[in-house]
DNA sequence: CTTGTCGTGTCAGAAGGCTGACATGCTGAC
DNA sequence: GTCAGCATGTCAGCCTTCTGACACGACAAG
């Protein structure tokens, strides 16, 4: 990896070797992943986290801004403008008042669902493209160690 | 994963599962590991940016510009100013004119040294709790997977 | 009942990253 | 030699996300 400077001039720096880090492979696997999902849909309009929020909406319906927020890895805040935007295009819609405490369930409209719909047919097939070469065992290997690394990195001590 | 919402309440949509999709396991462990090299780094006053072009040029010193973004999964844009801020701290060097062409080979600073020196433990110290629970096979295992994963994504079809 | 704690929605400001664009300097094809 | 293509550094503007802060409602402990 990391093919960029034809002189490895290694020093006598005993830091974190970027060539073996597990984490440095993480987030070039999550950058590629990313970028990979802005591209196939950015000609559909959407954002990835846009696209997030839908796909969450769509498979737990009733879900709140805070549970959005958590769900696709933004504050809450950030996920506020992000459903203001989508209520206005009237892809998604809230209660104008809580019915309890000051939790606002969210639901997909048709329109949203119709917009989601085209937009996982492209999800899919980069989830698909970034699979290939990997056999089920293997995948069923990945899924336990990226839990076993979440919840790892979520216990604080 | 994602207790988000105690009704699953399944509709008949049949987009992509995020309880089940590597994809979106892969980016909650990414961003599971950047909020904690986040607080890790915070004391510090760095960023993880901030921590990642440093760590570059300590591994692989005369990095250019556009080398560092590449390696640090930003872009020109973004690592020119986080450049310049470096080399106005007095971590970086870089020289006023190019050699050769327009590329600015960056060196660290015996000052810029000395920051890496105690970001990296503090870096190093996350990696390992990551780790944790991970046998060295597993480890090896998900370095395959990852790299792999990588490669499929970055092959345009 | 009161009080403290927690989670929530929201506003305002700031920081970081990105896209678009330009001039410059290598490199290879013709 | 010339010219097209490509990579680089840099400027400007925009957009997304984040941090900080506030008020409100639910809930459990006292």
């Keep these: 990896m990391l093919t960029l400077c034809q002189t490895p ?3 006598a720096y005993g830091g974190v070797d970027l060539d073996t880090s597990l984490g440095y492979l993480l987030k070039q696997a999550s950058s590629a992943l990313r970028s990979a999902m802005e591209a196939a849909l950015r000609p559909l309009g959407m954002s ?11 498979q737990r319906p009733g879900l ?11 504050t809450r805040q950030s996920m506020n403008v992000l459903l203001r935007a989508l ?8 209660p104008a008042q ?3 405490g000051k939790v606002l369930p969210a639901h997909l409209t048709p329109r949203g669902r119709r ?12 989830e ?6 990997l056999t089920p065992a293997m995948q069923s290997q990945a899924s336990g160690i990226l839990r076993t690394m979440v919840r790892s990195l979520s216990e604080e001590d």
Excluded: I, P, Q, W
């Design 128 to 133: 698909l493209r970034m699979l290939r070469g």
């Design 87 to 94: 209520e206005k295009d009237g892809d998604v819609t809230r």
């Design 98 to 100: 809580a019915a309890v």
């Design 115 to 126: 917009r989601l719909e085209t937009a996982s047919v492209a999800v899919r097939g980069v």
């Design 64 to 74: 709140s801004n805070s549970e959005l927020a958590r769900g696709a890895f933004v």
């Design 9 to 11: 001039d290694m020093n």
């Design 48 to 58: 990835v986290t846009h696209y997030s929020c839908l796909e969450l909406l769509a």
